[in-house]
T-cell receptor
Framework: AQSVAQPEDQVNVAEGNPLTVKCTYS??????LFWYVQYPNRGLQFLLK??????LVKGSYGFEAEFNKSQTSFHLKKPSALVSDSALYFC?????????????FGRGTSLIVHP | SAVISQKPSRDICQRGTSLTIQCQVD?????MFWYRQQPGQSLTLIAT?????????ESGFVIDKFPISRPNLTFSTLTVSNMSPEDSSIYLC?????????????FGPGTRLTVL
């Protein structure tokens, strides 16, 4: 079984400040982890993923995420938030091998960046 | 990555009617999926669209309500049948693997459906 928790429904941050969107996961085996972003009235856009290797993963639009195996977390971060980063962010997980190709998605976190 | 398009982008329908949503990819893909995103909710997988055979439905979804076609490796349709207001959602097509990227699902722009 696999599951994802995004403990915050909403994150508020001022423009220019660093942001963090939290994600923890549970999976039987090694995880593949993903972040997607959904802008208003849009589909999901892939941001970044962790498959193997360096625990710090860099993705689109200046976002990065750190895989922490001991804490089973994959928090999304950005050093300096922009108003245009305001969107809905989804974390997803699936088992690396031997399981379904289909990931399990978290419930999403709404990021609001204030000017 | 590939270009994934969906038609229509949005629609408003009357209860009891049906709507067919199209998903087109600009390259051949092994797997295509259909998701539903109800207002304020996460994504729920409806089914995997299998090329040349019947779709594989997730628990709680049935073929009579959500018939799916996949005639080739670049195209699929999802029909929402006998609609009720509870079917108001965003319906998302996703695909993968794409080329050398064997790990990631990519999504279309979605179809926003409102049922009155």
């Amino acid at each position: 079984a696999q599951s994802v928790a995004q403990p915050e429904d909403q994150v508020n941050v001022a423009e220019g400040n660093p942001l963090t969107v939290k994600c923890t996961y549970s999976v039987s085996g090694n995880p593949y982890l993903f972040w997607y972003v959904q802008y208003p009235n849009r589909g999901l856009q892939f941001l970044l993923k962790y498959i193997t290797g360096d625990n710090l993963v860099k993705g689109s639009y200046g976002f990065e995420a750190e895989f922490n195996k001991s804490q089973t977390s994959f928090h999304l971060k950005k050093p300096s938030a922009l108003v245009s980063d305001s969107a809905l962010y989804f974390c997803a997980v699936r088992v690396a091998s031997g399981g379904s190709y289909i990931p399990t998605f978290g419930r999403g976190t709404s990021l609001i960046v204030h000017p | 990555s590939a270009v994934i398009s969906q038609k229509p982008s949005r629609d408003i329908c009357q209860r009891g009617t049906s709507l067919t949503i199209q998903c087109q990819v600009d390259s051949q893909v092994t797997m295509m999926f259909w998701y539903r995103q109800q207002p304020g909710q996460s994504l729920t997988l409806i089914a995997t669209a299998n090329q040349g055979s019947e779709a594989t439905y997730e628990s709680g979804f049935v073929i009579d309500k959500f018939p799916i076609s996949r005639p080739n490796l670049t195209f699929s349709t999802l029909t929402v049948s006998n609609m009720s207001p509870e079917d108001s959602s965003i319906y998302l097509c996703s695909v993968g693997p794409l080329g050398t990227d064997t790990d990631t699902q990519y999504f279309g722009p979605g179809t926003r459906l409102t049922v009155l």
